[in-house]
């Protein structure tokens, strides 16, 4: 039913509310579903922070559900949790971890490194200059070969 809700809760004035409600349930599969909802919905903050907790649990049925859940919502700000899942003790974990990392792979989404920034005197100018393209070789194309048969006649 939660699924059904997470489709049309922007419709439904009430439908926010109670998504946000079921990112406090015990069950691992009603928070997930609820966190998916609320982020396609535009509330990221509240669903990452939860799915975040969820792929921390002691309970390997919450990280199993966390694990499926940050692979339908490929966002870089999960890579670091489902990365940590990829490592877990239990199979189920690691299988839906590795298949949410293959998810955020199709989608494009590649985990954030800090880029190490440098400084330069303001009294130093630095001229950044491309070098030109070396040239390509030229591209031979062999001459096409072929046979000549009774029934067909010449076949390349």
């Not at 926010?16 to 990112?23: A, G, Q, V």
């Not at 694990?67 to 189920?92: T, V, Y």
Request: charged share 25%.
């Amino acid at each position: 039913m939660l699924e059904a809700l997470a489709g049309i809760a922007s419709e439904l004035p009430w439908g926010r509310e109670r998504l946000l409600e079921s990112l406090q349930d015990p069950d691992g599969r009603v928070c997930a579903n609820a966190a998916i909802g609320l982020y396609r919905m535009g509330a990221q903050v509240p669903a990452l922070a939860r799915l975040t907790e969820m792929a921390g649990s002691k309970n390997p049925a919450i990280r199993c559900s966390a694990a499926w859940a940050i692979g339908q919502i490929p966002n870089e700000k999960l890579f670091d949790a489902l990365n940590r899942l990829r490592a877990d003790s239990e199979s189920r974990v690691k299988w839906h971890a590795l298949r949410s990392l293959a998810n955020f792979n199709r989608a494009g989404v590649k985990p954030t490194q800090a880029v190490p920034s440098v400084e330069v005197p303001e009294e130093t100018s630095v001229e950044l200059t491309t070098a030109p393209e070396p040239p390509r070789p030229p591209v031979h194309i062999p001459e096409a070969r072929g046979f000549t048969t009774r029934t067909f006649g010449r076949l390349i």
